[in-house]
């Protein structure tokens, strides 16, 4: 199965499922970042026929169609939604795997009778991938090569060859269907070999002494013509699906209260829970279906802040989820899987380990998530900043961030920031001194006590030329209270007028 347009047919699903609108009629092309500039990695057809080409740098695409829109390629989602396509294929076949970045192979080896045969099966699964919005290319062969070779140079989209009439089928066929890398096609072009079939009339010695050097497939056509033929065996490597950890219940006769339905879901968490850690991993996102004897089920779900293996804390939040259960008739069978895990190690327990009291700030989280809804609890994580009103971000709960951590010593920030400075009025013996009195709100306090400055440059990339750099002070007045204040700017520093003082944070 191959995906001539995967990249571009995913960007559009995924684009209509965001009900993000765009004009179909627009030239798009997806891009990638190189050490030369953006280069084209997949056009539309608008695109195409504008110019442009994968493979061609961005610049050089928009000096022929200035209407380009570049939009960032996925690599990465490219290849997880190729796997997922992988799998779902399995339902015509024992095994499948991902080829290269826009195909699948399936094995349907005695699997093809089930679906009335190659063709309605191949039938079958093009109707499947056009209701995915995917358009797909399929071709059925006796070995992976050849079906590889007749799914991207064959004029029928759905081309079947069996292992008599492979030879006639692979004949018409460029040299490119060999899978042959531009060096070696540019020589077999040399000397007048255009077609599978002009390849297999050479006499094989002669094939034999000029190709014996090269031992790569890709360079070899010799080695290349064997495995479409079939004489040759191609190592290939199935994709398996690892299904996700869970515990059930089977119950013999239906349970109707909440009281009963609780105990065994507690049972089926310690289960669940004794499992993973055998595989040393912790849940994060659990699901628990619940099936009635009228055929209906019912789903909860539950989404933790941190990898966890604490049954006690799973059961408290599911014992909140469960209020509103329906049981109708009776619930005969419930199921709980972890669909999101994470490594976990466990910890050793120490001797002298302090004795702790209150509540872990993950168990917080999952309580009010669990309580008030996702939507409605936020939290902050670190962002790449050094620059304290932009150090951190407000993520979902549970979200972790890669940002860089920066080493301050002795420069700790305060906890409690001002959502903006403030100004703050200055009284001092010289400009590029320490002040000795301010004041903010209509207060005047008198500086006792000061530690600093630390020194905090702009970020040239994301400010203004004419931003001035900071200098962060820690001062105490005379009541005691704690303050965090900067001069903004210097004298002299060409940016500006005399600095001005602002107060930007409190210390506890």
Known sequence: MWFPTFAIDRWSRITAQQGEEYDLRQPIVLVSDTAHGPVIDAVSRMAMSAGAQSGMRLADARMLAPELVAIPFDHEGNQRTL??????????????????????????????????????????????????????????????????????????????????????????????????NSETRLLLARLGLKTVGDLMEVPRESLVRRFRNRRSAEANPLVRLDQVLGRKHEPLVPLIEHPPFGAERRLAEPILHLEPLQHIVGDITHDLMRILEQAKHGVRR??????????????????????????????????????DVEAGFGIDQIRLTAIWTEPLDGAQDRLDKPDTSGTAL????????????????????????????????????????????????????????????????????????????????GGLHVIVKAEGPERIAPEWWRQRANARLRDYYRIEDEAGRRYWIYRNGLIGDGRGGPPDWYLHGFFA
């Not at 997922?84 to 826009?102: C, E, F, H, I, N």
């Not at 990898?307 to 469960?322: E, N």
């Not at 008030?372 to 609890?377: A, C, E, F, Q, T």
Request: hydrophobic residues 40%.
């Open 83 to 180: 796997g997922k396509l992988a799998l779902a294929t399995q339902r015509w076949g024992p095994w499948s795997m991902v080829d290269g970045y826009d195909g699948i192979l399936l094995d349907s080896s005695g699997s093809a009778h089930l679906f009335g045969g190659d063709g309605p099966m191949l039938t079958r699964i093009e109707t499947f991938f056009l209701r995915q919005g995917y358009q797909c290319r399929i071709a059925c062969a006796p070995n992976s090569g050849a079906a590889w070779a007749l799914s991207h140079y064959a004029e029928n989209r759905s081309a079947i060859a069996m292992p008599d009439d492979l030879p006639e089928a692979l004949a018409p066929l460029p040299v490119a269907a060999l899978r042959l």
């Open 286 to 323: 659990l699901s628990l279906r619940l099936w009635r004897v009228d055929g209906e089920d019912m789903y909860r779900t539950l989404e933790l802040a941190s990898p966890s293996r604490d049954p006690d804390h799973i059961i408290r939040l599911f014992a909140q989820r469960l209020n």
């Open 362 to 441: 993950p168990v917080l989280i999952d309580r009010l998530v669990t309580r008030l809804g996702r939507d409605r609890v936020a939290q902050f994580v670190p962002r790449s900043s050094h620059w304290p009103e932009r150090s951190q971000r407000v993520a979902a709960p549970g979200e972790t961030s890669a940002a860089v951590q920066y080493d301050l010593g002795f420069n700790q920030r305060p906890l409690k920031l001002l959502a903006r400075a403030e100004p703050i009025s200055v009284i001092y013996a010289t400009p590029e001194g320490l002040p000795r009195r301010f004041r903010w709100r």
